[in-house]
Each structure stands twice: as structure tokens, then as C-alpha cells.
């Protein structure tokens, strides 16, 4: 049984610290080369078929702005 | 598997509690300040207590506390969080009073009202974060500033023979007869967040058997203060906080 996830991300309100790039255990996240309108390089899924929904992103996120979702396949 | 089949609401695992304010936090990008307020509010919806809490903000950078969570809140003069938190208590014993400080506000003017209080065993849960430095004023030296740590007034680090040594208010807390529970954590990955969780839930489950003050310091980091990014910031706590103030429960009783 596999685990697969995703996350969606509040890209105003991020502010892309990288806190949680650094404690993604499948490097499925990164900051965007865009930005928001405050200026900030937002978090975006990179490579999303590595996310299994751990948490962990969200878990040290200081803004809250990850939500987390999670399927068994 | 597409992503749309996955973002469904019957497969959401983790997301904002409802306890937190939809405001945008106004501290620094990978400041630990928002972590623990999210924890103390995921803490409080667990419980069931967001009625029954009353907050108290101190004065540093989480004086706009009272903005982001969603509960009852008073805002104290510098550093005496803990005499306004022993008064709400005993006005109102039913409820869930806590204090919510930096090493400015707890450790250096409040020092008086801190120890009285844990001396005194008020039904208080404490949350003391410790970065080591005045954030809010501009990165001055703190109480808790490391030797050798560089700060706004001290260009050329710390040293003990002009700045004195830094303060372990917390060990000098778990003397306190009057205290129950005395632990230290931090925020810096998902197993140090998710132990901090679980003392700041002991914490407040301790306030309500009436067992004496629970005291939870969270070493924490200012990367403004520390003029560095909050990866590096996280590191270099690790790398010199961790050995001077060591993590663990001191008391629990």
C-alpha cells in the first residue's frame, strides 16, 4: 500500500522562510521563482508525485499557510 | 493519480486549526513565535478549552498575540504577565490562564514577578520563548545573549567581565518548590514541534488539576536579530544554544 499526498498552499500569505523545504523528507517542495504580492518567493510543489503527506512541512510552518491532504492507494 | 483526486476534504490530514485567526502574522519569515502560537492553538482546540482560556500577552515582539489566537486576552505592562495571570486565576479559577513571554519580557524586567509567582504555585502555564535577544527593539543583548554572541550593543560579543553571564532562568524556576512541571523545548523540525505540542498540552492539563505553575520554555531563533536566514538561523541554534541550554523536562511531578 502506497501513500500518496499534496498540499495546497496560502501563496499571499507565505513568506517563504524555507523551513519547511529544508525538513521535506522527498524534496517534493520548493520556492517559486515568482512571487507574491508582499514580495515573497511562495512554496509550490516541485516535483508532486514524490508527496506522501507526511505533515512535516506543515507541522514547522510558522504562518500556517499549508494544508495537508493524504490518500492510500 | 491526478492532485485533484487527492485535494478532496475527506483526504485532508493537516490545516490551520480554526483556533488561529485568519490574520497574517506580522513577525519574520521562520520566526518560532508563529509556530507556538499555532501549537497553543492546536493545543487549546484539542482540549476544547477555546471558551474557557484567557491569554496574556506580554510586551516584545508577540505583544500582538491577541490578534492571532482566536480566545480572550489581556496585554500586561513589561514583564508582568505572570501578576496579571495570578489575578485572572484566582478572580476566575475555572479557567485556562497562561502567559505568553520572551527572555526581555520573562527573564530580565519581569524576573521579580516570575519567580514569585512560580514560588507562590499559581494555576498558570508559562510559555516562555527564548531566543536570546531583543527582537522587537532592534537586536539588542538580552539576558539569555550567549557569550560571544554578537548583538546590536555588544559589536564584539559578549563577553562576561563587562555583560555578565547569560541567565538560565528555567533551571533556577525547577527550584521553585511552588512549580509542577519544568521543561524545555524548541521548534526548529517536526519531532522538536511535536514535543513541544505535547508539554505545552501537559502544561495546560496540569492548570486544571490545580497541581502548581508548568513552566515550558521554547528555545527559539530571531534571524533578524541573528542577522542571518531562518535555515542557517535554525543551525545555528542547534550548534550553539543547544549545548548551553539543553532540552528536556527538569521537573515533572
Given at each position: 500500500?502506497?501513500?500518496?499526498?499534496?498540499?495546497?498552499?496560502?501563496?499571499?500569505?507565505?513568506?517563504?522562510?524555507?523551513?519547511?523545504?529544508?525538513?521535506?523528507?522527498?524534496q517534493?517542495?520548493?520556492?517559486?521563482?515568482?512571487?507574491?504580492?508582499?514580495?515573497?518567493?511562495?512554496?509550490?510543489?516541485?516535483?508532486?508525485?514524490?508527496?506522501?503527506?507526511?505533515?512535516?512541512?506543515?507541522?514547522?510552518?510558522?504562518?500556517?499557510?499549508?494544508?495537508?491532504?493524504?490518500?492510500?492507494? | 493519480?491526478?492532485?485533484?483526486?487527492?485535494i478532496k476534504p475527506?483526504?485532508?490530514?493537516?490545516?490551520?486549526?480554526?483556533?488561529?485567526?485568519?490574520?497574517?502574522l506580522h513577525?519574520?519569515p521562520?520566526?518560532?513565535?508563529g509556530?507556538v502560537?499555532?501549537?497553543?492553538?492546536?493545543?487549546?482546540?484539542?482540549?476544547?478549552?477555546?471558551?474557557?482560556?484567557?491569554?496574556?500577552?506580554?510586551?516584545?515582539?508577540?505583544?500582538?498575540?491577541?490578534?492571532?489566537?482566536?480566545?480572550?486576552?489581556?496585554?500586561?505592562?513589561?514583564?508582568?504577565?505572570?501578576?496579571?495571570?495570578?489575578?485572572?486565576?484566582?478572580?476566575?479559577?475555572?479557567?485556562?490562564?497562561?502567559?505568553?513571554?520572551?527572555?526581555?519580557?520573562?527573564?530580565?524586567?519581569?524576573?521579580?514577578?516570575?519567580?514569585?509567582?512560580?514560588?507562590?504555585?499559581?494555576?498558570?502555564v508559562?510559555?516562555?520563548?527564548?531566543?536570546?535577544?531583543?527582537?522587537?527593539?532592534?537586536?539588542?543583548?538580552?539576558?539569555?545573549?550567549?557569550?560571544?554572541?554578537?548583538?546590536?550593543?555588544?559589536?564584539?560579543?559578549?563577553?562576561?567581565d563587562?555583560?555578565?553571564?547569560?541567565?538560565?532562568?528555567?533551571?533556577?524556576?525547577?527550584?521553585?518548590?511552588?512549580?509542577?512541571?519544568?521543561?524545555?523545548?524548541?521548534?526548529?523540525?517536526?519531532?522538536?514541534?511535536?514535543?513541544?505540542?505535547?508539554?505545552?498540552?501537559?502544561?495546560?492539563?496540569?492548570?486544571?488539576?490545580?497541581?502548581?505553575?508548568?513552566?515550558?520554555?521554547?528555545?527559539?531563533?530571531?534571524?533578524?536579530?541573528w542577522?542571518?536566514?531562518?535555515?542557517?538561523?535554525?543551525?545555528?541554534?542547534?550548534?550553539?544554544m543547544?549545548?548551553?541550554?539543553?532540552?528536556?523536562?527538569?521537573?515533572?511531578?
Amino acid at each position: 500500500m502506497a501513500l500518496r499526498g499534496a498540499i495546497v498552499v496560502d501563496t499571499e500569505r507565505c513568506k517563504g522562510c524555507g523551513v519547511c523545504v529544508v525538513n521535506c523528507p522527498t524534496q517534493t517542495i520548493a520556492l517559486s521563482k515568482e512571487v507574491n504580492s508582499k514580495g515573497y518567493n511562495f512554496l509550490y510543489m516541485e516535483k508532486p508525485e514524490n508527496c506522501t503527506g507526511c505533515t512535516n512541512c506543515a507541522t514547522v510552518c510558522p504562518d500556517a499557510v499549508i494544508t495537508v491532504y493524504r490518500v492510500k492507494i | 493519480m491526478d492532485i485533484k483526486d487527492i485535494i478532496k476534504p475527506e483526504n485532508k490530514v493537516y490545516g490551520k486549526t480554526p483556533v488561529l485567526k485568519d490574520a497574517v502574522l506580522h513577525y519574520c519569515p521562520g520566526c518560532s513565535h508563529g509556530v507556538v502560537h499555532k501549537l497553543i492553538a492546536e493545543v487549546i482546540e484539542e482540549m476544547g478549552i477555546q471558551d474557557k482560556t484567557i491569554g496574556i500577552s506580554p510586551v516584545g515582539c508577540s505583544v500582538f498575540a491577541y490578534n492571532y489566537l482566536d480566545i480572550d486576552w489581556q496585554q500586561a505592562a513589561h514583564g508582568r504577565a505572570p501578576a496579571l495571570a495570578t489575578a485572572t486565576k484566582r478572580l476566575m479559577p475555572d479557567k485556562y490562564v497562561f502567559t505568553y513571554q520572551g527572555d526581555g519580557d520573562l527573564a530580565s524586567i519581569g524576573t521579580a514577578e516570575i519567580m514569585h509567582a512560580c514560588n507562590r504555585g499559581e494555576n498558570i502555564v508559562v510559555i516562555f520563548i527564548n531566543n536570546a535577544i531583543y527582537g522587537m527593539t532592534g537586536g539588542q543583548m538580552a539576558p539569555t545573549t550567549l557569550l560571544g554572541q554578537v548583538t546590536a550593543t555588544t559589536p564584539y560579543g559578549r563577553q562576561a567581565d563587562l555583560n555578565g553571564y547569560p541567565l538560565k532562568i528555567t533551571e533556577l524556576i525547577a527550584q521553585l518548590e511552588g512549580t509542577c512541571y519544568v521543561t524545555r523545548q524548541s521548534v526548529q523540525n517536526p519531532a522538536a514541534v511535536r514535543k513541544t505540542k505535547k508539554a505545552i498540552r501537559k502544561a495546560f492539563e496540569n492548570s486544571a488539576m490545580n497541581k502548581g505553575t508548568s513552566f515550558v520554555e521554547v528555545v527559539s531563533t530571531c534571524n533578524s536579530g541573528w542577522k542571518t536566514t531562518p535555515v542557517k538561523a535554525n543551525k545555528w541554534m542547534e550548534e550553539n544554544m543547544f549545548p548551553f541550554y539543553p532540552l528536556g523536562d527538569m521537573k515533572d511531578r
